[in-house]
């Protein structure tokens, strides 16, 4: 969605740059309308919004899958299991101070996101029989994963409002983004193989091989760069208006990178032959643990943001007014999440993007 959104809004918001460009107080463009830089006294405004924000799995899926030991290659089937995306509760807000004079202000805004998204899956048992003696070999597992990710972002920019005669008004700004973005997955695999003979009615040995392991993989990303952008309103009159915006940053900072598990395999041989009493061997018991911690190079994230929304505004008395916003925002960070070795054939490159998208709502309080 935000490859179609985007165009649109920049060739409206850039058009809307090169007139601020041009503006002083005011400028006749047509012979019945103006583009004005419109006179306001000083006074505050105060934002609230609710987001009800999606991750797309095309960026932010997470890959867990069951390997089959070299010794069973005719077992070789791997099965691919994606921990899916869920909508979560999101907040931002925000406070502006607008000058008195020609239509200036700074704004001051925050958001927050925390998603958290987990799955599990069985493996089918899967065997193969061979007759004379019987040889089964054999196969099952359990997997699970867990992928969450904490968001924060603040800004702060510096605006000027113009109006284009009676119905659009345009708001350039520019100014700074930081943005942090914590990603990490846990993971948890447990697998059994077994290849058994059978010599006779309660005569065989069995091997079996059980591997357990647990993963965790964290990629945080900060940055601190400039935002620019612009909204654009048409009026509707009797309060109501359309809104759309488009913002656009570019963020230097550090991709840290951790990476921790824990992975035992083993590896017994089981073995009945009557009259002996049944018994078992460990033919391997090893432990693997990591922990490292790896600090990337410095990067530069850029990012893109557009909103669509309709507003309704009412005035409460001569120094209070409200308004009320519904509309749906896209946002993406491109390369700011560096790939999870634990994910398997699926990953082809190293970094994702980290895209957000969903609807919102947003009351504002005006106060002269």
């Known amino acids: 969605m935000i490859k179609k959104i985007i165009p649109a809004l920049f060739l409206v918001l850039s058009s809307a740059a090169a007139l601020a460009a041009q503006t002083n107080n005011s400028m006749p ?141 345009l708001h350039p700004f520019a100014g700074l983004r930081y943005a942090s973005i914590d990603y990490k997955a846990e993971s948890q695999r447990d697998d059994t193989y077994n290849f058994n003979i059978e010599f006779g009615p309660g005569i065989g040995v069995t091997f079996t091989d059980n591997t357990k392991d647990e993963s965790t993989w964290e990629s945080d990303f900060q940055g601190l760069g400039p935002r620019f952008g612009s909204d654009a309103e048409f009026n509707l009159g009797r309060g109501f208006s359309l809104r759309s915006t488009l913002g656009l940053s570019l963020l230097v900072g550090d991709l840290d990178v951790r990476e921790k598990g824990s992975a035992n395999e083993l590896v017994t041989l089981s073995f009945e032959f009557p009259p002996f009493p049944p018994g078992s061997i460990i033919l391997s018991d090893q432990t693997t643990n990591t922990n490292n911690e790896i600090q990337t190079n410095t990067r530069v994230v850029p990012e893109a943001d557009a909103k669509l929304s309709a507003v309704y505004k009412t005035d409460v008395n001569n120094n209070y007014s409200l308004s009320f916003e519904a509309g749906y925002q896209v946002t993406n960070y491109f390369d700011a999440v560096e790939n999870s070795v634990m994910s398997t054939q699926d990953t082809s490159t190293q970094y994702s993007n980290y895209f957000i998208q969903g609807p919102y709502a947003r009351m504002q309080l005006d106060v002269a």
Do not use: C
């Not at 463009?29 to 009800?52: K, R, T, V």
């Not at 869920?86 to 958001?111: C, E, K, M, Q």
């Open 29 to 169: 463009i047509a012979s019945d309308m103006n583009l004005i830089a419109p006179h306001q006294e000083g006074s505050w405004s105060f934002g609230l919004q609710a987001s009800h924000l999606e991750p797309d799995t095309d960026y932010n899926y997470f890959h867990l899958a069951s390997d089959t030991p070299d010794f069973f290659p005719i077992l070789d089937g791997d099965s691919v299991y994606t921990v899916g995306s869920d909508y979560n509760w999101g907040w931002g807000a925000d406070i502006s101070y607008h000058f008195p004079g020609n239509g200036r202000d700074v704004n001051l805004a925050f958001t927050q996101l925390n998603t958290s998204h987990s799955d599990s899956a069985t493996d089918p048992n899967r065997a193969i029989t061979f007759a004379s003696p019987p040889i089964v070999f054999s196969q099952s597992g359990k997997h699970s994963a867990e992928v969450d990710t904490n968001y924060n972002a603040a800004d702060l920019t510096f605006g000027q409002l113009i109006e284009i005669g009676q119905r659009l008004s």
